[in-house]
């Protein structure tokens, strides 16, 4: 078999983790099967670079930032090799650029567009095991880009399809997919088995075990996916095609994000085009809304409300003063306190009154909701941020979660 497998920062932390890792990898191989292997930077090294970067630049150039966070992963691509033949196994290390990973030019969250992959192929047929540099590619020109924050489960993911791998396993510090996040609620139960939408909106509403756009990869080109522990031998969880079984559970998982912020422009004037001008403007400033809401209008002016990510808090205020003087709108605010928790499950497609039982919970607590969103398979509310704990608790309990189904 070919076995594409992800190691995370945590478990690639210090020397002694990137023994353990090559042990693994090493006992793979043992086992008959050709291994790829991607790394991410060793833990916190990626925030350390991005601090640097703010430290010298208060706006830093897209393409120099990449630059600079793309070499964390080359130490440990490097540290691995090592590793790995110091117990006696060929293995070549390659950068994004060496694995052929060509990428579009969006610095900072570039999306890959092709793996030529020779240079693993390769190195698989002379025996060795291939470790590749996560995260990173190039664009047409040569330049280095990065797919995103978590995007090493990317690499892994697209390099997986392109070999046509066996299985893409992400080894991190949890031993699975759990029904929420498990280092905030001990209740948290693992899933055998989750399928590829549910995963998707677990991870793009806050749940970073996985990156989204490597679910959706994954999806796309039917991957087998799964996520194991890298300290543990557990079984993990398989993220794959929906079955019936699955279509039984209601709510499979809460998730929870606090990266987003809201904003609010004041006395917008409610005519045709104004939202259309407010949200061309933001999108041609390639940033990305989540939610939005409009109020009911009085005296035909209006309130809009949406959420954007806290990493584009100043991008975002410099958009809107131009903004509100383009439209005339009397005044913009920004809250930062705020987080979104979400029920997920495809369950929900033929079942109703999920979203009142949530409404309900989260006001027996005495919990405000700030905006709703929904969708076929998953319910969201923004509330305020110092309730995010008591929430995603509270709403595993009323769900059941904690309960095997
Ligand atoms: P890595 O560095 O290996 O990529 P991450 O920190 O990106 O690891 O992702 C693993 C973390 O995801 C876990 O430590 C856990 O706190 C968090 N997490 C959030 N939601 C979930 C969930 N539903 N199931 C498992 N882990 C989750
Ligand atoms: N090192 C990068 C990050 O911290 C990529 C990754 O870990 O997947 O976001
Ligand atoms: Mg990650």
Do not use: W
């Not at 291994?35 to 916190?44: D, F, I, N, W, Y």
């Not at 995103?148 to 031993?175: H, N």
């Not at 557990?234 to 794959?240: D, E, I, K, Q, S």
């Not at 929904?374 to 904690?402: G, W």
């Amino acid at each position: 078999m070919l076995i594409v497998q992800k190691y995370g920062g945590t478990s690639v932390g210090d020397a002694g983790r990137i023994k353990n890792v090559a042990k693994r990898v090493c006992r793979t191989k043992e086992a008959g099967h050709d291994v790829v292997v991607v790394v991410s930077a060793m833990s916190g090294e990626t925030d350390k670079l991005v601090n640097l970067a703010a430290e010298v630049s208060e706006n830093p150039d897209p393409r120099e930032m990449d630059m600079l966070v793309s070499t964390g992963e080359r130490v440990t691509i490097a540290l691995l090799s090592m590793a790995i033949h110091s117990l006696g196994h060929a293995a070549q290390s390659f950068t994004g650029r060496q694995a052929g990973i060509i990428s579009d030019c969006f610095h900072t969250k570039a999306r890959i567009e092709k793996i030529t992959g020779e240079r693993l192929r390769e190195a698989l047929k002379e025996g060795n095991i291939a470790v590749v540099a996560g995260f990173q590619g190039i664009n047409e020109k040569s330049d280095v880009t990065t797919l995103g924050r978590g995007g090493s489960d990317l690499t892994a993911v697209a390099i997986a399809a392109t070999l046509q791998a066996d299985y893409c396993d992400i080894y991190t510090d949890v031993d699975g997919v759990y029904t929420t996040d498990p280092n905030m609620v001990p209740q948290a139960r693992k899933l055998d088995k989750i399928s590829y939408d549910e995963m998707l909106e677990m991870a793009s509403l806050g749940a970073k075990v996985l990156q989204t756009r490597s679910v959706e990869f994954a999806k796309k080109y039917n991957v087998p996916l799964r996520v194991l522990s890298s300290f543990t031998d557990n079984p993990g969880t398989l993220v794959t095609a929906e079955d019936s079984d699955m279509e039984n559970v209601v709510v499979s998982g809460v998730a929870y994000d606090k990266n987003q912020l809201k904003i609010t422009i004041v006395g917008v004037p409610d005519k045709p085009g104004v939202a259309a001008k407010i949200f061309s403007v933001i999108s041609e400033a390639n940033i990305i809304v989540d939610m939005i809401i409009q109020n009911v209008s009085e005296g035909g002016l209006t309130d809009v409300s949406f959420t954007v990510l806290k990493t584009d808090s100043k991008r975002i205020m410099d958009v809107m003063k131009k903004i509100v003087a383009d439209i005339g709108a009397r005044d913009v605010n920004l809250e930062e306190d705020i987080a979104k928790v979400s029920i997920i499950g495809v369950g929900m497609r033929s079942h109703s009154g999920v979203a009142s039982q949530m409404f309900s919970a989260l006001a027996q607590e005495g919990i405000n909701i700030m905006m709703i969103s929904t969708s076929e398979i998953k319910i969201s509310c923004v509330i305020e941020a110092k309730y995010t704990e008591l929430a995603v608790r509270m709403l595993h309990k009323v769900f059941e979660l904690d309960k095997v189904a």
